[in-house]
C-alpha cells in the first residue's frame, strides 16, 4: 500500500503534463481513496498508460477504468493473505465458511435465512452486497445452526457468549 506522498510522486507525470490543477486536493484524495492499495511500480504503469493513451486529461472515472486489472490483482492478493491470517485463527461461528444458516425464532414457520459472518471468512470467500452479514441484532431475533461436514453445532446465539463456548466445544469434537 502506498503512502500519500508515494502516490502524489508516482502521479506527477500527470500533473506536469496537464496542470497543477489537474489533481487538486478533492481529486487528488479521490483517487488515493480508489487506488491506496496499489504499489508503485502499479501506480507507475497508469499513470504511463494515462499519458499513451489520453491526448487530454482523462475523467478519474477513465483512470480507475484503466485501473481495474491492477486492483483486481491487488485485490487477490489481499484476500489471499487474509485467508492465510484466517487459517492461524479460524472463526468460531462460521469456521471458516464464511456462512451462516439461522432460523427466525419469530416466524412460526421456522424458515431458514442465510447470512454473511462478519469475520474475514465472511468478508473475503461470501461475494454480493445482498448477502446480510450476522450482527448483534440479528443473534437476538435468529437461532444459528450450523451443520458442516463434520457435525456442527445448532444453539441459540441471543449470548454472544453462548455462540463462542458452544461452537468452542463443537469445534474440539470435530
Not at 506522498?5 to 497543477?20: H, I, S
Not at 472515472?61 to 492461524?88: C, D, P, V
Request: with cysteine.
Amino acid at each position: 500500500m502506498l503512502s500519500r506522498e508515494e502516490f502524489k510522486t508516482a502521479c506527477r507525470p500527470l500533473t506536469q503534463t496537464w496542470g497543477e490543477n489537474y489533481l487538486e486536493n478533492s481529486k487528488f484524495a479521490l483517487l488515493y481513496s480508489k487506488l491506496k492499495e496499489l504499489n508503485t511500480r502499479q501506480v507507475d504503469s497508469i499513470v504511463e498508460s494515462c499519458l499513451l493513451e489520453f491526448s487530454y486529461a482523462p475523467s478519474l472515472q477513465k483512470i480507475i477504468n484503466l485501473a481495474r486489472g491492477e486492483l483486481s490483482l491487488a485485490f487477490e492478493n489481499i484476500k489471499k493473505t487474509k485467508l492465510e491470517e484466517l487459517e492461524k485463527s479460524p472463526c468460531v461461528k462460521c469456521l471458516n465458511t464464511g456462512w451462516l444458516d439461522a432460523i427466525d425464532e419469530q416466524d412460526e414457520a421456522k424458515h431458514v435465512y442465510a447470512f454473511k459472518c462478519d469475520c474475514l471468512a465472511g468478508h473475503y470467500k461470501v461475494s454480493g452486497d445482498n448477502v446480510p452479514v450476522w450482527n448483534r441484532a440479528d443473534r437476538a431475533r435468529f437461532t444459528a445452526r450450523y451443520l458442516g461436514s463434520g457435525g456442527g453445532f445448532y444453539m441459540h446465539t441471543g449470548d454472544v457468549d453462548s455462540l463462542v463456548d458452544g461452537a468452542i466445544k463443537e469445534v474440539e469434537k470435530i
